[in-house]
């Protein structure tokens, strides 16, 4: 018997895109009345692409507006999916757009993340699409005094207990994420398949080095440091294994870019860098500071920390980071080394959010083509 052809899997948006079309449709009622607010709102996102997102629970007094968006994970497993996504849209005397949390949305108590401690888990991608969107809306209606936005989520202080926010210092409730608006969730078999095929598309088309990145974070850091031309292929948390494809298919180079806090666990020989094997970041920087010196008291914050950006700068002030960094980065290559059998010439670029480029693992000069 044939068997049936597997659905494509279902795309989503994310918490992200949620709050900045809530945040819209608020600020449109509030501004132009709630009979000027239509069913559903078009959101740009930081992909490019447009999304139409149905507004629920509209509520319009004249002083302040307030909807929600729900938000849809596709076929994603993320415990935020269905959740409700409000904005609060009010008049204030300051000029500007200000951005608040309020229920459910939790509050970075501990440094190292993408929002300041002290202030609503928001992150800046999100922030972003938010303050543009309710701008666009005051630019259509004239109106150019200041607003505040206040996004909550009913009952995400509970939910986020089932996430790594209490781990990561992110207090009381959930985080507003997303660094292209969308959730685009896949099967490891199906992410495994489509790298290969990337692949070799572009051997066929008679590349011999080619570039991996985990995810968005190191698309946009390869934009942002000149090398955009690179077009790496997102891998996922799938490294060794795009690896091994590459050098099977006949590339002779490889160079893998990616975050800090990503890459750092390829120091321990670890391939598949998603949490559930394993998370050694701070064992990692632990021990090679202890190798460079460290003391009890300073292994013993190392640990401590929340964030690999934040052990960073504890190694920094104690005067270590450099030779930290050296030793790490001859662990990470010796691991690629190992990997590639001779097959292929294998190093990593590491970058820091707040450092940017951290450094090549082993140098030579890298052509992506031909």
């Keep these: 018997m044939a068997q049936e052809p597997k659905k494509a899997q279902r795309s989503g948006y994310t918490t992200g895109s949620c709050a900045a079309g809530a945040a819209k449709a608020a600020a449109q009622a509030l501004l132009g009345g709630a009979a000027d607010t239509a069913a559903a709102v ?9 999304l139409r997102l149905l507004i629920e629970d509209l509520r319009c007094n004249g002083e302040q507006a307030s909807c929600a968006v729900r938000k849809d994970a596709g076929d994603d497993p993320d415990v935020t999916h269905g959740v409700l996504v409000y904005a609060l849209v009010e008049k204030r005397p300051e000029a500007g757009i200000a951005l608040a949390g309020g229920e459910g949305i939790g509050r970075v108590t501990l440094p190292g993340l993408d929002a300041p401690v002290g202030e609503a888990a928001i992150n800046k991608v999100p922030r972003a699409m938010i303050q543009e969107h309710v701008q666009d809306v005051c630019g259509r209606y004239g109106y150019t005094g200041g607003l505040r936005v206040t996004v909550s989520i009913p009952g995400g202080g509970k939910i986020a207990e089932r996430t790594f926010n ?7 409730g959930l985080s507003i994420l997303g660094t292209t608006g969308i959730v685009e969730p896949m099967s490891d078999r199906g992410l495994l398949g489509t790298i290969r095929a990337e692949f070799s598309v572009r051997r066929a088309g008679g590349e011999t080095g080619a570039v991996i990145t985990p995810g968005n974070y190191g698309i946009r850091f390869l934009a942002e440091w000149g090398r955009g031309a690179f077009q790496p292929v997102k891998c996922g948390n799938f490294i060794g294994d795009s690896l091994d494809m590459a050098r099977e298919l006949g590339f002779t180079e490889l160079l893998v870019a990616g975050h800090v806090g990503k890459l750092i666990k390829l120091a321990a020989g670890n391939f598949n860098t998603h949490s559930k094997y394993g998370d050694p970041r701070l064992e990692i920087l632990t021990a090679y500071a202890g190798l460079a010196g460290a003391g009890r008291a300073l292994m013993g914050d190392l640990m401590g920390c929340v964030a690999t950006e934040q052990a960073l700068t504890l190694l ?3 005067g270590l980071w450099e030779e930290v960094r050296c030793r790490i980065f001859e662990a990470i290559q010796a691991h690629l080394t ?3 059998q001779g ?4 190093r990593a670029a590491l970058f820091s959010s707040s450092r940017g480029f951290l450094g090549f693992t082993a140098e030579g000069c890298f052509k992506p083509c031909g």
């Design 42 to 50: 078009e959101v740009r996102t930081p992909s490019g692409t447009y």
């Design 166 to 172: 209490p781990k990561l210092g992110i207090k009381g």
């Design 316 to 318: 920094e002030g104690a």
């Design 338 to 340: 190992r990997r590639a």
């Design 343 to 346: 097959g292929i010439k294998a």
